[in-house]
């Protein structure tokens, strides 16, 4: 069994040069997943001045741990808009993914990307009965803004009711957006890692290690941005974490979903049915193994064993609709895509572009990242007791590899895997909560924003961006 996505294990990493001198450009976009790269490729025409800079390598983090679907029927999701929302705005959300969804498909074509674009019916389901009347509304709903649905059965789960839509796809995330720089002009620079930003009077100037980035724009696609204060992120938003698998398997095409927790998702790669259970929200409490074990239970059941095994974390908003837009006056985001960015990524590299290029774009509203209704006193009030839990008091590990300890008067973890010792400082870089040992994975992960570091400290995912090695 391999420990690494389906999809990273299936190309060949890209190899861009680290930055290696100061720059002076119009626009700096932090971030190759999906929303940096679909930013840059829209920008591609333009006679802006653009670079792109990627801590580690392009599409190896939250894309590429991904699903892999493009779907507008996305568990209970909507139903949280209507709640936080209305049903005018959910309308809309729900329009913008199917917009999405229908540019990346021209874009696939337009730039002939081989990415194995597969169109496919998608299912959502329950197996729980106070969740059929909620679906019999959403199926409502979805009629009424002209998607017509259909009941099903599928034995893959047990399910009280299940329905379908169409025009919906699977496709490999990694291979898109390679195809998306196929032909882009602009510079990339990986394993440049931006560690700080400073405003001055009508620009911005990013710093890495060794370099200065002098920007008029700056688009923070780094999925969780790494800077806090005054823009609230950490009491905005929550992360959901789960583990998946990819099973050789004999099975006809699927895509199909849980409306709510525990989720489940399903899908066909090829010859392999990838499978998704159970999600957690990070926080003290991990639930790291009981997921593990449970989807590996469930692996059981459908006798199938593991190929390839991962996780996976994302970004949920308060009110259920991304982040995407002007944050101050030249700095732009796009992230809390609420496990289904692919197609929010997407679309929001066409919105960025637009603002950046002054065009009008009729999503700019929706997606404001300052809109009223995205954070609530009491996510406020959660998050940061647990981010105070964690600076403070941190959640020491029960395992008897590991010793807390003192070297130079710095708090330090020292961990012994029985050939040798791994010492790294025990604090994240991010926000100084005390990280706690993934036995799963061998990783060192931030109970507080999902900040994660291999076993010797090197930092494997953001919003650190700072390895934790003890030197
Ligand atoms: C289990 C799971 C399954 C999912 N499946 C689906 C699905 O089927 N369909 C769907 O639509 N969505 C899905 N999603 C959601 C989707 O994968 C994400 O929302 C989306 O990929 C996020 O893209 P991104 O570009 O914002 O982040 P990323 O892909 O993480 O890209 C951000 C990049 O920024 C870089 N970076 C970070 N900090 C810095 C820095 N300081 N300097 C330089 N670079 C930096 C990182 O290295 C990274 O490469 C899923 C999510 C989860 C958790």
Known sequence: ?????????????????????????DVLIIGGGITGISTLYNLKDSNLKVILVEQNRLGMSVTGNSTGKLSYLQNDLLDKIRKCHNDEIASKY??????????????????????????????????????????????????????????????????????????????????????????????????????????????????????????????????????????????????????????????????????????????????YLIYLSNSHTINKDTFDLENYQELMRKLNVLDVAPDYVWSNIDIITNDGIPYIGKIDDKLLIGTGYNTWGLASGFICGKILSDILLDKENSYIELFNPKRKGSLTILSGIKDAINSVDGYIKGYLDKNDNILYDKKDGKDVIIYDDGKEKHIVYQHCPHLGCKLLFNEIEKTWDCPCHGSRFDLDGKCISAPANKDITYK
Not at 4 to 19: A, G
Not at 197 to 214: N, P, W
């Open 94 to 271: 729900l329009k913008s993914q199917r917009h999405a969804i229908r540019m990346i498909k021209d874009t696939i074509k337009k730039e002939n990307i081989d990415c194995d674009l597969e169109k496919v019916d998608s299912y959502l389901y329950t197996n729980k009965d106070n969740e059929i009347k909620k679906m019999e509304d959403l199926v409502k709903f979805l009629n009424n803004n002209g998607i017509e649905t259909k009941n099903i059965n599928n034995d893959i789960v047990d399910s009280k009711y299940m329905i379908s839509v169409s025009d919906t796809y699977l496709f490999h995330p990694i291979k898109f957006i390679y195809g998306l720089i196929k032909n882009i002009k602009f510079p990339i620079y990986e394993q440049t890692s931006i560690k700080n930003i400073t405003k001055e009077e009508d620009y911005y100037i990013a710093y890495t290690d060794k370099y200065k980035i002098k920007a008029q724009w700056i688009v923070m696609a780094s999925h969780y941005p790494y800077f806090n204060l005054p823009y609230l992120f950490p009491i905005k938003s929550s992360l959901e974490k789960s583990y998946l698998s990819a099973s050789k398997k004999d099975i006809d095409k699927i895509s199909l979903i849980s409306y709510s927790n525990p989720f489940i998702s399903i899908r066909s790669y090829k010859d």
């Open 1 to 25: 069994m391999k420990e690494i996505s389906i999809w990273k294990d299936t190309v060949n990493e890209t190899n861009y040069q680290k930055l290696n001198e100061d720059k002076k450009v």
